[in-house]
C-alpha cells in the first residue's frame, strides 16, 4: 500500500512538471527559434523544436528535470539548429601532409579546372552536342581523345569512379565466365571496395591463384581454363606486404594471357600518368607503362595520383573499351558535365606539360628546401598569434595517401604548437576543427603539428585565424 502511494504522488509531481512545458506556438513565437525561418524554413524549425519537446517531456517525467521553461527547450533545440542552419560539405585546410587525403575530398582541382566547372555549371553546355554537325553528340567524346593522348591507349572511357569502372569491365567482358586473381591482391580498399564482392555483383566468378604471400606464373597458368575471361590483377593499394613475397611481373602475365587468349585487365588504383620516379617517388608504374608492358585494359581514378576530380577510366584495347561503352551499366555510371569539364582541364594541363600547376603534382612533388621555407613562414605567421605559444620549427613525415605508395614516407616540414595550457593534443585539435574554416592538422605527443605540404595558397593566415578562434574559445568559461 505505501509503495502505491509514493507511486501515485511521483505520478501527481510528473504531470505537475509537465505542466511546466511550453506551447510549440509559444516556441515558434519566440525570436531566438524565428531567427532560423529563413535559414531553413518553419516546418524543419518545428521538427527540431517538437524532437527537443519530446526530450524535455522525458526529463520530466523521470524526474530529471524539474520544469521546462521556454528557454530550457529553446537551448535544447539550438546546437540541432545551428547544425542544420549551417553548411555541412564546407572547405578546410588540410594541414595533416597527407596529400591524397580521401576523408578531406582527395585530390584540390587546379584553378584551371576549377574555371572549367565554373564555365559549365551555370550555363547550357556542348554536354551532348556536335557543333559541327549541329546534333547530338557524345558526353565522353570531350575526353576520349585526351586519355589516349596522355595514357597511349587505343581508346578510353570514363565512368562516376574506378569502382565503378572495375564492376563495369568486370561485367561487361566477363559476366558468367571466370577471372583468375591472386590471392595476394583480393584486397579491401578504403572500406567498401572488396575484389571478391564487386566480383560476385558483377556476374563474374572469382579463381584465387597462388598463395596470400606468392602468387607464381604457373599459379596463373594452372587456374586458366576453357572458362576463363580474363586475368585480374589489382593494385593492393594500402595494403603491403613484406618478407617472403612474390607476385607475378606484368610482361609475364600479359604474355600468358595472349598465348592462352584470355582478357588482361589491370586495377591500377591511384593511376598516374607520370614517372613520379623523377619527383623521388619510384616503383608506381603510370597508366601508359601498364600498357605498354600488355595490359589489354587499365582502370584508375580521377581524384588520386591523376590530381583531378573524382572519376574513374578504363584505358586500353579498342575493342574492350567498345564493349564497355555499350553495356548497358555504363548508363548507371556515367559522369556529369562538371566532372568531365574539370577531367578535360586537367587532361589538358597534362597534355600542355603543366602539370607542376596541379596542385596534387606539385604536392608531391615540392622539394625538402621549399618546404622549410614554407614551414619558416608558417612559423613567423603563427607566432604573434599566440605570443605565448611554444611553436617550433619541425622535420615531418608526410604521406601520398590514396592507396598509392602504400608505407612510403615523404620528408616534410612542419610548424608544431606545445599543447602546454591546451590540454592535449586532441581538445586543440577539435578546437580546430571547429574554426570556420576548420583546420585539419596533425599531432604527435603533446604536439599539434600543422604540416605544409598539404597547404594551399593563402592557408598560412586561415591556421592564424582558427588559433585565435581556438584561443578566445579556450578562454571562455565553461567551454568544453
Ligand atoms: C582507390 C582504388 C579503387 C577505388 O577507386 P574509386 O575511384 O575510389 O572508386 C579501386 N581499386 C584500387 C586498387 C584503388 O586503389
Request: proline share 4%.
Amino acid at each position: 500500500m505505501k509503495g502505491d502511494r509514493t507511486n501515485e504522488m511521483q505520478n501527481k509531481t510528473a504531470s505537475a512538471r509537465l505542466r511546466t512545458l511550453p506551447s510549440m506556438d509559444l516556441l515558434l513565437g519566440s525570436e531566438r527559434a524565428s531567427a532560423f525561418f529563413p535559414l531553413i524554413g518553419r516546418e524543419a524549425v518545428k521538427s527540431i523544436l517538437a524532437s527537443a519537446l519530446s526530450s524535455a517531456r522525458a526529463d520530466l517525467l523521470e524526474g530529471a528535470m524539474e520544469e521546462a521553461s521556454l528557454d530550457a527547450v529553446l537551448s535544447r533545440a539550438l546546437p540541432e539548429l545551428e547544425r542544420r542552419s549551417a553548411d555541412s560539405l564546407i572547405p578546410v585546410v588540410n594541414a595533416t601532409g597527407v596529400v591524397v587525403h580521401t576523408n578531406l575530398g582527395r585530390s584540390c582541382l587546379s584553378n584551371r579546372a576549377v574555371e572549367a566547372v565554373r564555365s559549365v555549371a551555370g550555363r547550357y553546355s556542348t554536354l551532348e552536342f556536335d557543333l559541327a554537325e549541329g546534333r547530338r553528340g557524345s558526353r565522353t567524346d570531350h575526353v576520349e581523345w585526351l586519355i589516349r593522348r596522355v595514357t597511349g591507349a587505343e581508346a578510353g572511357l570514363v565512368v562516376n569512379n574506378n569502382a565503378g569502372a572495375v564492376l563495369l569491365a568486370l561485367a561487361a567482358l566477363c559476366r558468367g565466365r571466370e577471372v583468375v586473381v591472386s590471392r595476394g591482391e583480393l584486397v579491401e580498399i578504403g572500406g567498401s571496395f572488396r575484389i571478391p564482392e564487386i566480383m560476385e555483383f558483377s556476374g563474374a566468378r572469382l579463381v584465387e591463384a597462388g598463395a596470400t604471400n606468392r602468387t607464381h606464373l604457373r599459379d596463373y597458368e594452372r587456374a586458366i581454363t576453357d572458362r576463363t575471361a580474363a586475368v585480374l590483377k589489382v593494385h593492393p593499394s594500402n595494403f603491403r606486404m613484406e618478407g617472403f613475397v612474390c607476385s607475378v611481373p606484368r610482361e609475364d602475365l600479359a604474355a600468358l594471357a595472349e598465348q592462352r587468349g584470355v582478357i588482361f585487365i589491370e586495377d591500377l588504383g591511384s593511376g598516374t600518368l607520370l614517372d613520379l620516379s623523377l619527383h623521388g617517388l619510384p616503383g608506381e608504374p603510370s597508366v601508359g607503362e601498364c600498357l605498354r608492358q600488355g595490359a589489354h585494359l587499365v582502370t584508375f581514378s580521377g581524384d588520386k595520383l591523376l590530381g583531378g576530380p573524382q572519376i574513374g577510366c578504363a584505358a586500353g584495347r579498342r575493342e574492350l573499351v567498345e564493349t564497355l561503352r555499350s553495356y548497358p551499366l555504363n548508363r548507371a555510371l556515367r559522369v556529369d558535365k562538371m566532372t568531365l569539364a574539370a577531367f578535360e582541364a586537367t587532361l589538358r594541363q597534362y597534355l600542355r606539360g603543366e602539370e607542376g600547376e596541379i596542385p596534387v603534382v606539385s604536392m608531391l612533388a615540392a622539394a625538402e628546401d621549399d618546404l622549410e621555407r614554407a614551414a619558416v613562414s608558417l612559423l613567423r605567421l603563427l607566432e604573434p598569434v599566440l605570443p605565448e605559444g611554444r611553436f617550433s620549427l619541425v622535420r615531418v613525415e608526410d604521406a601520398v595517401g590514396g592507396g598509392a605508395f602504400p608505407g612510403r614516407m615523404l620528408p616534410g616540414w612542419g610548424v608544431a604548437l606545445s599543447v602546454e595550457g591546451w590540454g592535449s593534443a586532441g581538445r586543440l585539435q577539435s578546437m580546430l576543427r571547429r574554426a570556420r574554416p576548420p583546420v585539419v592538422s596533425g599531432a604527435r605527443e603533446n604536439e599539434v603539428v600543422f604540416h605544409v605540404r598539404t597547404l594551399l595558397p593563402g592557408d598560412g593566415e586561415l591556421i592564424a585565424a582558427a588559433l585565435s578562434s581556438a584561443a578566445e574559445l579556450a578562454a571562455r568559461p565553461c567551454s568544453k
